[in-house]
């Protein structure tokens, strides 16, 4: 018997239709991009699109918190000269030089500076009118900009006035996208004022089809997916059970993750994470579709033995499934259970064993 024919016949799950997910695009068609810690594992992205992404520019600004994800790509590069990134760090405008064979490049800073608070960005005229600048050269695909601990304290105000501007910007240039960020975990939990502003820049996001750069998901889960945000995690990686990246990299001596860096106001493994979730973004901003979400082993197929994990999620409808991560994966249609519609989406995407699945088969 086939693997497609195993499942179909599947007596958990008739088969059914269902209806496609759907991804609202904005005006200009783009979708979107929500970068996170399930975005980090490099092997997943096929090196064709890394190599894509290297031909893309990026101007990033920030202030220390945001060195990270520049302190990640650079540790990733000295492991694997493959993710070639060329940095220029400087308070004058311009790109590093093209490189052969090439580099991702990026301009970090935002004239005068490279020091970038939010007035120096998005928050008063002037620091508007410097992010112009920047964009009206019309050398960079992408701009972002990264928060220190400001959204600790802002209000939601506050918050919508940032969201508002980054649309603004990507409405005065259609030919970038301009990246949102979260804010660095602070401590504060689920239930922090953190949190909710978080949480409104995540749904901001999605309702109006933008990239987010989820800096405080990725800080909060190690690589294994486990959440400490609800026990207190902050930027540092101490949550109430201790110092999650030094519990990590105790178990996995050796591991590439934790790799020793300067990363400020962190661990290194944090730093690892956010660099590794940066070239992730740049595949996905190259045209990459994204891993095939029926694909729960990670083997690019979609096949008996993602079925058998998916079966395991089951839990059926308006019955949460157990918050595991690939629970959390095995619920396509995101609505906090496992049952015959996310069935429906995992019958589109069956491949076989050894078969790459279609990587649109979900959308």
């Known amino acids: 018997m086939s693997a497609r024919h195993s499942i179909m016949t599947a007596g958990l799950f008739p088969a059914i239709l269902v209806t496609a997910l759907v991804f609202a695009p904005s005006a200009n068609g783009q979708s979107a991009i929500i970068i996170d810690h399930t975005c980090t594992d490099l092997s997943l992205v096929p090196a064709y699109w890394i190599d894509q992404a290297k031909l ?102 506050q918050i919508a006035n940032y969201l508002s501007v980054m649309a603004q910007f990507e409405d005065e240039y259609p030919d970038m996208r301009f990246i949102l960020m979260t804010g660095h975990t602070d401590g504060s939990g689920v239930g922090g004022t953190l949190n909710q502003r978080n949480n409104q820049i995540r749904a901001y996001a999605q309702a109006n089809s933008m990239v987010l750069f989820d800096f405080a998901d990725i800080e909060s889960h190690d690589p294994d997916g486990n959440d400490y945000l609800a026990l207190g995690c902050n930027d540092y990686g101490n949550y109430s059970g201790g110092n999650w990246p030094q519990q990590w990299c105790a178990a996995h001596p050796g591991h590439p993750l934790c790799t020793s860096c300067e990363c400020e106001h962190s661990q290194p493994t944090i730093c690892n994470l956010k660099g590794r979730a940066f070239w992730w973004m740049m595949a996905r901003l190259a045209g990459w579709p994204g891993p095939v979400a029926p694909d729960l082993d990670g083997d690019r197929d979609v096949d008996n033995s993602d079925f058998t994990l998916f079966e395991a999620c089951a839990s059926g409808p308006g019955v949460s499934h157990s918050s595991s991560s690939t629970c959390e994966q095995a619920d396509f249609d995101g609505d906090t259970d496992v049952d015959q519609s996310d069935f429906g989406i995992f019958q589109r995407c069956v491949s076989g064993e050894n078969v790459q699945a279609d990587p649109l088969c979900d959308d």
């Open 56 to 157: 893309l520019t990026f101007h990033y600004a920030h202030t220390s918190h945001g060195s990270q994800v520049v302190t990640g790509v650079n540790v990733l590069e000295g492991l694997d000269s493959f993710y070639s990134i060329a940095i220029r760090t400087s308070g004058t405008e311009g790109l590093p030089p093209v490189e052969d064979p090439p580099a991702l490049r990026m301009y970090d800073g935002n004239p005068p500076e490279t020091y970038i608070t939010p007035d120096g960005y998005w928050e008063s005229s002037s620091g508007i009118d410097r992010t112009r600048a920047v964009a009206s050269t019309t050398l960079y695909d992408f701009s972002m900009w990264s928060w220190c601990g400001q959204a600790s304290s802002y209000s939601e105000a």
